[in-house]
DNA sequence: ATGTAC
């Protein structure tokens, strides 16, 4: 199999229907394991995603394999759906690319005490509501405008937590969100005078791109105990979010990106393409990077926790309703975890970059409720098509980590160019979807028919052994960045 | 993804 315009043949071999293995060649130091049949696999004519898992296996320190998730496809440096574990006790490296540019982008879901069909003859009112209530796109306000520098440091510290302690949620919020919605190691004194002016005014905002927030409704319970736990149940209405932690996450990465551009030949590392710019993880400029990620993590829980109180408030008004928890994941994160490897435990650095933690049943980082179910992954399809919440299993292979979303089959470009925004529109007005959009390109880039199947997405991901089902969830109506 | 380009 060729790959786009580089003509070197990457060797692949089909293992299983669900798992290919690039072979180690040149500079790799593990092999490549990309979770897919080929027939998932992007048009490799304008996409360049095997190419990158290749080169992410050339990484100083890493180990086990070079990972990619079954929606893998073409990123900066590191393919989106990518995973790699570098091995920081014996010099691996940690890099911006690996985590992308939406630091602690995710998705949050919301369940309200309430029915689909109780809801139909108010959807309309309340999609009017939530257009109004929820900022989207480019630099266009935000639900939460901070008083100074020094008050998004303390939110850069304190995350989703800081949020609900300045009284925007409740404190069960933090129990169903993932690190319970703040993680240690922030230094918002470390980031650039830019990423602070940046993060100032979008404090509960979507942005834009696939970035969404929809009102769905649970079609399916696959795992009754794990549907249970989550508070989940056949015909309920949901609100899921997505989004990430906007201008302050993209200047971080571009900051630390530019710094290791220039640390790197101190370290003596060289890497096959210049987007793949890490240090080690343990370096002062490794150390740098993690502080810098985390206060962006920070910054992307603390907005879905704003977002959240603007969608309670219109559902309120609305429909009388509350909304509930279920969890709020990340699916673009480096973090510090021991994994065995080769028998041995390691302290590894994990670079999920479209790809989710979906951590075991009985994994000491559970909170007691959830400790028999595993961890709630929560995977938004593409408007109009399904989403997914899924369960953590046992032997994942990939340092408990699976899918993140249907994953791009065709670029913005493309897409925008082969689908009409407003046709889109009514095409999903016409399937019961209301709409509540912001531009019509931007709309049209992200037609579904730009996108894998998410059904077969996630089929691959649990016939992969790397998650199961625990429900699926259909569109009501879309609030598009 | 992103004040869609320093």
């Known amino acids: 199999m060729r790959t786009g315009s580089d003509q070197s043949a990457l060797e692949i071999v089909a293992e299983t229907p669900h798992r290919l293995r690039i072979e180690r060649h040149g500079r790799m130091r593990v092999p490549g394991i990309v979770f897919a049949s080929r027939a998932l696999l992007p048009d490799p004519a304008g996409d360049e995603s095997l190419r990158q898992v290749a080169n992410v296996a050339t990484l100083p320190g890493i180990v086990r394999a070079s990972f990619a998730m079954p929606d893998v496809h073409w990123g900066y440096g590191f393919p989106i759906g990518g995973v790699a574990g570098t091995d920081v006790d014996h010099g691996g490296v940690v890099s911006p690319g690996g985590v992308g540019f939406d630091i602690s982008c995710g998705v949050r879901l919301l369940a309200a005490d309430l029915d689909r069909d109780a809801l139909a003859p108010r959807l309309g009112g309340l999609m009017d509501a939530l257009g109004q209530a929820i900022p989207r796109g480019m630099r266009r306000g935000a639900v939460w405008t901070l008083a100074s520098p020094g008050q998004l440091r303390d939110l850069l510290a304190g995350g989703a937590q800081y949020a609900v302690e300045a009284g925007h949620g409740v404190a069960r919020d933090l129990l169903r969100c993932e690190d319970g919605g703040v993680v240690t190691g922030a230094d918002p004194g470390g980031l650039s005078e830019r990423a602070i002016e940046r993060g100032l005014g979008q404090v509960g905002s979507l942005g834009s791109g696939n970035h969404f927030l929809e009102v769905q409704a649970v079609e399916k319970i696959y795992d009754e105990p794990a549907a249970d736990a989550f508070g989940l149940w056949p015909g ?246």
């Open 236 to 481: 309920q209405v949901c609100v899921m979010i997505h989004c990430g932690s906007r201008g302050l996450g993209h200047q971080v990465c571009s900051d630390h990106v530019r710094l290791m551009e220039k640390a790197m030949a101190r370290y003596g590392i060289e890497v096959p393409d210049r987007q793949l710019a890490c240090v080690p993880a343990e370096s002062p400029d490794g150390r740098a990077y993690f502080a810098a990620m985390a206060a962006a993590t920070n910054y992307a829980r603390a907005n879905r926790q704003l977002l959240t109180e603007a969608a309670r408030r219109a559902f309120g008004m609305c429909a009388g309703a509350r909304l509930d928890l279920v969890y709020d994941i990340s699916h673009n994160l480096a973090s510090l975890e021991a994994h065995d490897v080769d028998g041995h435990r390691r302290r590894l650095c994990v670079h999920r970059k479209g790809a989710t933690k979906a951590l075991p049943p009985a994994h000491p980082d559970l909170p007691p409720d959830l400790i028999d179910t595993g961890q709630p992954v929560l995977i938004p399809g593409t408007m109009g098509t399904a989403s997914y919440v899924l369960a953590g299993v046992p032997g994942n292979p990939a340092f408990d980590s699976t899918c993140h979303g249907a994953g791009r089959t065709r670029s913005r470009h493309a897409a925008a160019r082969e689908t009409k925004g407003r046709r889109l529109r009514d095409e999903l007005e016409a399937h019961g979807i209301a709409v509540r959009g912001t531009s019509w390109q931007g709309l049209a880039e992200e037609a579904p028919a730009a996108y894998k199947d998410i059904d077969a997405v996630i089929d691959t991901a649990v016939g992969a052994g790397l998650c199961r089902k625990a429900a699926r969830l259909v569109p009501l109506g879309v609030v598009k960045g």
